[in-house]
């Protein structure tokens, strides 16, 4: 077929339609721009939803609840409130401390902001004297991507060392947000009573004096032009050497030492949060991302890390990831991979049965080359491959179809019905349907815009839908409107011939001629004769439709989360109990999680835990309301890391359940509870919220829907 000449060509439709490098060029470049930044996209769970916060701390030791929420709380708040930007605050007061916690609007400077927060503060000067200067920090937002932990037969000191070798491992890698959790530095504790300063007559900062001369040495410089390096004195550190400090010399020839005036002792690295394995030691080190990290890059990073250094460890240490949300990333991503390749099965399935496999082919190639170059345009406005994204991208695999089956369709039945040569005919298709296929497109379009105007944080969550569906729709237009007419202009040579491969197309539409003439018409004609009947039997169906609804049959749920594979139990103790109380109970709730495992191992098989750490000195994941009244040995946890939900027969909520069902009480134990969790938006099932202005009244409301509440399971 000789070529048209280009001055045939009448506006952009024609010129693409008449020209197959321009079309063909356009094709190759959409391709190539959404293939090549296919591998940049970052995948995660959920869009990120980043929350500005700037948060004021102010302790005032020895006060209480009440009497820092009127001096601290209520002499901040007006300040703070008149700050630009702030959208909402949230206060809570303590005994010996205040937080107010201020989020500001999305894409707020939160430089300015700090700024402005910190001008706030420094204006309120009714604040009690004996209250500590205002601490004004800015919230960084993190997502976790795993847990990583350290534990065997060695001491805590020791895998200390291991955990600061990896965290230069993985800093080396790019890994740069990581917390070492379960070790602190070592310290060393001088105690002085009252009485012993005015005993023998010294003050506190003569002891700091004399032990801050000792417990460091200085520098003298250099010998040898530099090959050595001369230091005056010897440092004393250990509490021995502290205690044999000396603070004075008396007349008679006595000295008076640290020890004769206070009590020296040590304390380990393990004095704060300790973690147990199976009885033994562990060390936790979190890794998290940034908004622009790849959980996925990460998660591998830190899996290659973790099996290089084992083999340079001593036998009996491991290192284990818990918690790893890649993982969980993947697999409920590969679930949509897996929906979505089937319906793309499914879409070309269908064309090729109802269209001729030529138009069909062509058809079909809008798939991928709207898919891609709407991957391109996310790519360029920062989103990425997530749930929500991925379930846009799956229900356009239909749609993006549509104007391309209606524009090849026509330029076919042109060229069959009304003799017009392949260039004509797809030509005059691109022309023709151009108006409504873009009207109908246009209004699918704006039904998608207006989720774009949903705000608050769940507008922030599903803004990738609206955004998505756009973009693949956008691209499909300029698919089936300046790429698809050149293509149908040169499948369209061969529209009068019979192939065999198409066959099956001929086949389908005998049918559906059939089901045409024989079936659906009659029905149509049934239904317009007896309108009346028809209307009414709709109208019943909508109301016990509706009926449905309101009686509760069909139940309304916010969202759909998918189920953890974490479970978490938090508990404390009574005032007074100590840090070997908390361990013995700690080791209660462990050995309990083990046994019901071990029995529904027994029962189904498989074993529905993975991993149990330990916590002792606080809380885990959201922790106890009661937990900031308590000293920290008096706190404990347990996490307990399930199999994926898809492996199991019960849900996290059923472990919950059972599990908290066959703990045993502890003598000394005050609370304890289990808690489930989903992924997703929506709080927990129960959440309540009392407001007053007394607050011995809201205490006792609290204390009476607690009880109320607690004779339910979890």
């Known amino acids: 077929m000789a070529r048209t000449p280009a001055a045939a060509a009448r506006g952009i439709l024609s010129y693409f339609t008449r020209h197959a490098t321009a079309a063909n060029l356009l094709l190759v470049v959409l391709l190539a721009v959404g293939a090549s930044t296919l591998p940049k996209m970052r995948a995660q769970f959920f869009p990120d939803i980043v929350v500005d916060t700037v948060t004021v701390v102010v302790r005032w030791p020895g006060a209480g609840a009440e009497d820092v929420d009127a001096g601290i709380v209520q002499a901040l708040e007006p300040a703070l409130l008149v700050v630009e930007g702030v959208t909402s605050t949230k206060s809570r007061s303590t005994e010996g401390s205040a937080r107010i916690t201020l989020e500001f609007e999305p894409g707020w400077e939160m430089q300015r902001a700090v700024a402005d927060v910190e001008e706030a503060v420094a204006g309120v000067t009714v604040l009690p004297s004996e209250a500590e200067d205002p601490d004004v920090r800015r919230g960084k937002w993190r997502d976790p991507v795993t847990d990583v932990v350290i534990t065997g037969p060695v001491g805590l000191d020791q895998l200390a060392r291991f955990a600061d070798e990896m965290v230069a491992r993985l800093f080396a890698e790019g890994v740069t947000r990581t917390t070492i959790r379960g070790v602190a530095a070592p310290q060393t504790i001088v105690e002085v009573r009252s009485s012993a300063l005015v005993l023998n007559d010294v003050t506190m900062s003569q002891i700091a004096e004399a032990i801050g001369e000792e417990a460091a040495a200085d520098p003298a410089g250099n010998v040898a032009s530099g090959a050595a390096r001369v230091r005056t004195g010897v440092p004393k550190r250990s509490p021995e050497e502290i205690e044999a400090i000396e603070l004075r010399s008396n007349p008679d020839g006595s000295k008076i030492t640290i020890g004769d005036v206070a009590r020296v002792y040590a304390e380990g690295v393990d004095r704060n949060v300790a973690f147990v394995v199976d009885g033994q030691p562990a060390i936790s080190i979190n890794v998290s991302r940034s908004s622009q990290g790849d959980a996925i890059a990460i998660q591998h990073i830190v899996e290659d890390v973790a099996d290089e250094m084992l083999h340079s460890l001593p036998q009996g240490v491991q290192i284990d990831l818990i918690r790893t949300r890649a993982d969980l990333i993947t697999a409920r991503l590969q679930i949509l991979m897996q929906n979505g390749a089937m319906g793309l099965g499914l879409v070309l399935l269908l064309l090729f049965l109802f269209l001729n496999s030529r138009t069909a082919f062509w058809v079909a190639v809008g798939i991928p080359a709207s898919m891609l170059t709407a991957v391109a345009i996310m790519y360029a406005l920062g989103l990425s491959f997530n749930m929500i994204s991925l379930f846009a991208l799956i229900i356009t695999l239909g749609i993006v179809v549509d104007d391309a089956i209606v524009v090849g369709e026509h330029a076919d039945f042109r060229a069959r019905a009304r003799g017009e040569d392949p260039v004509t005919a797809s030509e005059t298709a691109a022309r023709r349907m151009f108006a409504p296929v873009f009207s109908s497109t246009l209004t699918t379009l704006i039904a998608f815009f207006g989720l774009l105007a949903i705000g608050g944080r769940f507008g922030d969550m599903i803004e990738d839908i609206p955004i998505t569906v756009i973009a693949v729709l956008a691209a499909s237009l300029v698919e089936c409107f300046l790429i698809l007419p050149n293509h149908m202009?040169?499948?369209?040579?061969?529209?009068?011939?019979?192939?065999?491969?198409?066959?099956?197309?001929?086949?389908?539409?005998?049918?559906?001629?059939?089901?045409?003439?024989?079936?659906?018409?009659?029905?149509?004609?049934?239904?317009?004769?007896?309108?009346?009947?028809?209307?009414?039997?709709?109208?019943?169906?909508?109301?016990?439709?509706?009926?449905?609804?309101?009686?509760?049959?069909?139940?309304?749920?916010f969202f759909n989360a998918p189920e953890r594979t974490d479970v978490t139990a938090n508990f404390a103790m009574v005032p007074g109990a100590t840090r070997a109380d908390t361990m013995d109970m700690l080791r209660v709730v462990q050995e309990t999680v083990k046994a019901y495992g071990a029995e529904v191992a027994a029962e189904t098989g498989t074993d529905p835990i993975?991993?149990?750490?330990?916590?002792?000195?606080?809380?885990?994941?959201?922790?106890?309301?009661?937990a900031e009244d308590k000293e920290p040995d008096q706190l404990g946890a347990v996490t307990i890391e399930l199999i994926d939900a898809d492996l199991r027969p019960f849900s996290s909520r059923t472990f919950v359940r059972e599990v908290q069902a066959r703990v045993p009480s502890h003598p000394q134990l005050e609370e304890l509870?289990?808690?489930?969790?989903?992924?997703?938006?929506?709080?927990?099932?129960?959440?309540?919220?009392?407001?007053?202005?007394?607050?011995?009244?809201?205490?006792?409301?609290?204390?009476?829907?607690k009880a109320a509440v607690g004779q339910f399971a979890e």
């Open 489 to 557: 202009a040169h499948a369209l040579i061969h529209a009068r011939e019979n192939h065999w491969y198409d066959w099956p197309s001929r086949q389908v539409n005998r049918g559906m001629d059939f089901v045409r003439l024989r079936l659906f018409r009659p029905l149509i004609r049934g239904v317009i004769w007896a309108r009346y009947p028809v209307l009414a039997g709709v109208v019943v169906v909508l109301v016990s439709q509706v009926a449905l609804l309101l009686d509760g049959d069909v139940r309304f749920r």
């Open 610 to 626: 993975v991993y149990v750490l330990g916590k002792i000195g606080g809380n885990a994941g959201r922790g106890l309301a009661s």
């Open 673 to 705: 509870s289990f808690r489930g969790g989903h992924f997703g938006p929506g709080g927990d099932a129960l959440d309540v919220e009392l407001t007053g202005a007394d607050a011995e009244v809201l205490k006792a409301a609290a204390q009476a829907l």
